[in-house]
């Protein structure tokens, strides 16, 4: 079996969370890469939908920005950018949705807006909401891929940029989103899922060869860990080699 | 009909200091000539608009044209931080930078409603998060019908409206395919537009999926061939993802990035 | 995935008698064969909507498939009344129909924010006229920012949305083009959807102006060769103003228009 | 000089109305027969906008209906539906409409509804609204064509379809109506005009060959006349044989 980072870990898993044939809204970065690699293993037609109006992409090379020139020519259809949210993502047509986080807590509240300081002069200013807010509220469910450490994973985020399950049980329904919400949040040491009862964030699943005390040491608050945690199947040569070509594709077109 | 001008008397007709300027496409067809031209021109107090401040209002903001952002994703897609936009938010260099944030929803909204001539618009959006509390441009509304209580966004109407197109005839009717964002709700939202083109032809031929904005709704039309580079234009050139990458180490630091607005903007005009 | 059906087997799936179904198509591609059907098929108490009524409507009227009627311009263009419509209005023939009357604006942003999974639209519509003592999902709203009074008009949702499309692959993938009306938003707008389609190919090439609806948003096609006839499809043949002059004296009497229904549409089974 | 009728004199006086250039919102009939008149003749350079989501039609032949193919491919562009009346129509982009009428009153009000009877059981039902009330409230201006006689100008309509000046001097800005509102009048026997200080419709124009004594009889209340009435020129040759020849076209199509 070939050498594979925590990262090829987090992105094959992530992979795998996608059954073929759904249609999926796609961030750029870490979503794209598993996006991509799914449709490359055993997802063929998943339906790729991008922000920018792209609508069934098939992208040959891993895109570097959700525009790309390559996701519009290979799309089954391209929309403006106000028919993508209201036409398409605002009706809940869109099966799942896939977002990254630079904070999240334990409901799994995402913050890509600021860290510390206050809002007008926060510490470090993030990129802010793009699409998160919508795709997190709208889609029929959301996965969220985020490396695991005490600096992402917090007790409190400092901005709510997009809602996962609020304060607890109730909260989407009291809100009025439509989506069932984050259903998987995708580390680099394994996989965790909302408590059925408590909407908790509950470790289910560690990628083999990451122990339950690595992952309590990443986490800022205390860890909810499932009675039996089941153990991420490595990455196989196919998904590795799929993974390698996805982002050669990548450096031969930025060469 | 619209005026074919050179970019230097485009810019110059239709953008003033302290106006309100939106300068969109979606990734695609992005306005930067038109944006560095505005740099050379040294305009100063503008509130600059758009979806994905990217690296053209990186590029505006730290060379001191900006003294408000309306946005609602700043980073450099695929890369990382847009450091200039975020020493203007953190260290207030080389100025104060008012923000007015909303999500991609929001904006695009903003930009239908404004181009609808309507005061506001209404989405299924922001609920629960810190954005409204934030954001006074952003407000709920109840049904009339349902009593449902859903989010009314304010429209926008900028002084000024900047897209990049492929191609303009000599009436100056515009032509732009591929990833059209919001251009068209740009042009029609805003008080003045200003259309760069790659080329200027006799005939437009249609084309799959292409938008034709009449030359009555245009300002002017100036000629820009790569004008949307290091981003692109479908049909004539690929997005420069190494351009992008290479802005990050010219960002992160004041001193290459004062040298960059030296050798690439003041120091060269453009054709 | 969209199934593949006969247009018979499609439109005893998808159209039960008290559904309401749209019939779009805005004087190009509009789904005369699927209409029909409906009526050979003997559909009762159907709430029919579309923007204009068309020889279509005057047709399902007529032939009793009808109890209400959302529309916003009644006549056959160019011609003159549509005399199955107003002998229902006028004298009940063959059975009484409520009507609910807009102005194309109003519907069209009904099917807009139907498509949107908005409860309501807003516009700057019907104000001063008589319209909206006659239609109660016409209402006034106020924006949260400005305080302006404007227009809302409540969401339309049909049961069962019903177009005619150039094309459509082997999966079910949709490809219309030339005048598009409010096609998309119908089948957007709709539970179910119903498209015919003049050809079923196995790649669909891309167009100038072409929509194209991806498999997953359409419940079934149906391959209908001339189904827009006596309206065309661009592409394919043209508009049979002959057959709208010709309907005129037809719809005029009854006993003619029972006599069409006989030998044009009981008689005759769709291919 | 060639024949000519009443309704020849009526679409020639409405197609000079055009000038030249400007875009023109056009419904079927009589509006499509003058627009198209105009420019085959002064106005070659009229942006035809039809309802139908064509934008800068250019007909070679006189459409039957709104939205003949050949309007869509001689367009400079075609939109869907919601976008012409919210992009286009909405924000007064369209600088003249051209409106029919089944009935009009003193104030230009239009109704193209219902008449006699109630509005549930009426006497006649007519077509309806169509885009009718949004160009009377939205275009720059309107003119109005229509026949004069005393069915069609009533002391009141049987409904308001669309409004003129609503009920007298003041009435559009209560409203909050943008669009100027009607300019002119344009029937079978001459041209009426707002009065500037009153609103109501007055006589201001007699086609060659009518008397003001006719005028009154086709007007269903007190006709105003303008103190100094002027006569419209006949048709010239050239206006003739150009709608003859636009006729013809029609025919031709029909064939």
Not at chain 1, 44 to 73: F, H, M, R, W
Not at chain 2, 5 to 26: W, Y
Not at chain 2, 94 to 108: D, I, K, R
Not at chain 2, 179 to 205: N, W
């Amino acid at each position: 079996m070939g050498q594979f980072t925590p990262d090829d870990f987090m992105t094959v898993a992530a992979a795998r969370a996608l059954r073929d044939g759904v249609s999926l809204f796609v961030g750029i970065g870490l979503p794209s890469t598993a996006a991509n690699l799914a449709r490359r293993t055993h997802a063929p037609n998943l339906v790729l939908i991008y922000e920018s109006g792209c609508i069934g992409s098939k992208p040959t090379t891993l895109p570097l920005s959700i525009g790309d020139g390559q996701l519009a020519v290979t799309a089954d259809s391209v929309v403006s950018v106000p028919e993508i949210f209201n036409y398409w993502l605002q009706p809940g047509r869109i099966e799942v949705g896939f977002l990254g986080a630079a904070q999240i807590d334990r409901y799994a509240n995402i913050n890509t807006t600021v860290i510390g300081g206050d809002y007008d002069k926060p510490k470090v200013r993030l990129p802010g909401a793009g699409g998160a807010p919508e795709i997190a509220a709208l889609c029929g469910e959301v996965i969220v891929i985020v490396r695991q450490n005490e600096r992402t994973f917090r007790e409190h985020v400092d901005f709510v940029t997009s809602v996962g399950y609020g304060d607890g049980p109730g909260s989407r329904e009291r809100l009025g989103l439509p989506g069932r919400g984050p259903v998987k949040v995708i580390t680099d040491l394994g996989v965790l899922e909302p408590d059925p009862d408590t909407c908790e964030l509950t470790m289910t699943q560690l990628h083999q060869g990451v122990d339950i005390e690595q992952a309590r040491e990443a986490t800022g608050w205390e860890l909810k860990v499932a009675d039996s945690v089941s153990t991420t199947d490595p990455p196989s040569d196919e998904e590795l080699s799929a993974l390698r070509d996805l982002l050669d594709t990548q450096k031969a077109a930025a060469a | 009909m619209a005026e074919l001008l050179s970019l230097s008397d485009a810019v110059e007709k239709v953008i003033a200091d302290g106006d309100s300027v939106a300068f969109e496409g979606f990734t695609h067809l992005i306005p930067f000539a038109a944006a560095h031209e505005v740099i050379r021109q040294r305009r100063r107090d503008l509130t600059v608009i758009r979806l994905t401040p990217d690296v053209i209002f990186d590029q505006l903001i730290g060379a001191g044209c900006v003294r408000k952002l309306v946005f609602s994703w700043g980073g450099n897609p695929g890369v990382g931080s847009l450091h200039r936009f975020r020493d203007a938010v953190e260290n207030d260099w080389p100025a104060p930078l008012e923000l007015e944030e909303h999500s991609h929803a929001g904006m695009a909204n903003r930009f239908a409603a404004g181009a609808s001539n309507l005061p506001f618009a209404v989405l299924r959006g922001y609920v629960g998060t810190d954005l409204p509390g934030r954001t006074p441009s952003i407000k709920t509304i109840t049904c009339p019908f349902t009593g449902e209580e859903l989010t009314a966004v304010e429209a926008l109407n900028p002084d000024v409206g900047v897209i990049h197109a492929q191609r303009a005839d000599r009436d100056g009717n515009v032509q732009l395919w591929g990833i059209v964002g919001v251009q068209k709700e740009t042009v029609l939202a805003s008080s003045r537009s200003l259309v760069t083109v790659e080329e200027i032809v006799d005939e437009l031929e249609p084309l799959p999926g292409a938008i034709v904005l009449p030359h009555w709704t245009v300002t002017c039309v100036a000629e820009a061939p790569k004008g949307a580079h290091p981003s692109y234009a479908q049909g004539y050139y690929d997005r420069d993802n190494e351009a992008y990458r290479a802005w990050d180490p010219i960002a992160r630091d004041r001193d290459r990035f004062q040298q960059w607005l030296d050798e690439e903007i003041y120091g060269s005009v453009h054709a």
